[in-house]
């Protein structure tokens, strides 16, 4: 077993997931603060210095999970180790968001998708993309050919 | 709190972290088997089509954190959250993979970094990289202009 506490909250422009973008095309352009405990500020030192960064969060208004479930952005079901369902076997949702700037604690971003008050589990800097030509992505890239 | 319990085991090269390719230009090349626990197959259903998985896991054998620390690539110290230090407030790791193949349960991919027994917390499809001509590193970068 693995037990994480917060090290921080998501202020988002989000209050339900109704209005969070989704399915095919969605652009995630919010922006909001990633506000770290002020015990953890240290470790925020050097981080200006990146572009973008990897956020770990939790689905903490998300209950259960389910196997095989259809994404919003497809008609046919699919593993959820396959997609980014919210309903996974550990609630942990991954966001990448590019550093606006930093406010002592606060981190400026956008790129958010994460409801208001969601709980932050860590923070890590983007250091390198795949290249674009060598991803292949699947069930989604299929069903976005489908929707042309 | 969030509690995680382990999806799986990852089947590593590595049975010690001295044989972890660690600081500037590591190559990441090693083959191993992101073993699922057999009740979650059907978790994996379609994931045969995604190239890279973003593959989440707990640095089990790390004690404690330091909010700054000196990395092996770079003799400054750092914010634990500009850096990708085991020595995290929550110990979870994330590593990109190359999928080679699925057998049942196991996907046997590329480019590990874990040690062997490794927990996987989690996997998501790799689904768009940013542009590498977008992307600041910050102190890292700094790092590997030094060294040449």
């Given at each position: 077993m693995c037990t994480s506490r917060p090290i921080g909250f998501v202020g988002s422009p989000y209050h339900d997931t109704a209005n969070i973008p989704k399915g095919l095309g969605a652009k995630h352009a919010a922006e909001g603060v990633l506000k770290?405990?002020?015990e953890l500020e240290p470790g925020?030192?050097?981080i200006e210095g990146f572009s973008?960064?990897?956020?770990l969060w939790e689905f903490d208004r998300s209950q259960g999970f389910e196997l095989i479930g259809t994404p919003p952005c497809d008609n046919r079901p699919h593993g959820v180790f396959a997609t980014r369902s919210p309903r996974r076997p550990n609630p942990i949702g991954l966001t990448i968001v590019e550093l606006l700037r930093r406010e002592g604690p606060?981190?400026?971003v956008r790129g958010l998708d994460m409801l208001d008050g969601?709980?932050?589990?860590?923070i890590k800097p983007?250091?390198?993309g795949i290249p674009t030509e060598v991803i292949r992505r699947g069930w989604l890239a299929?069903?976005?050919a489908g929707k042309q």
């Amino acid at each position: 077993m693995c037990t994480s506490r917060p090290i921080g909250f998501v202020g988002s422009p989000y209050h339900d997931t109704a209005n969070i973008p989704k399915g095919l095309g969605a652009k995630h352009a919010a922006e909001g603060v990633l506000k770290i405990l002020p015990e953890l500020e240290p470790g925020l030192t050097d981080i200006e210095g990146f572009s973008h960064l990897i956020v770990l969060w939790e689905f903490d208004r998300s209950q259960g999970f389910e196997l095989i479930g259809t994404p919003p952005c497809d008609n046919r079901p699919h593993g959820v180790f396959a997609t980014r369902s919210p309903r996974r076997p550990n609630p942990i949702g991954l966001t990448i968001v590019e550093l606006l700037r930093r406010e002592g604690p606060s981190l400026h971003v956008r790129g958010l998708d994460m409801l208001d008050g969601t709980s932050i589990l860590d923070i890590k800097p983007y250091l390198t993309g795949i290249p674009t030509e060598v991803i292949r992505r699947g069930w989604l890239a299929e069903a976005e050919a489908g929707k042309q």
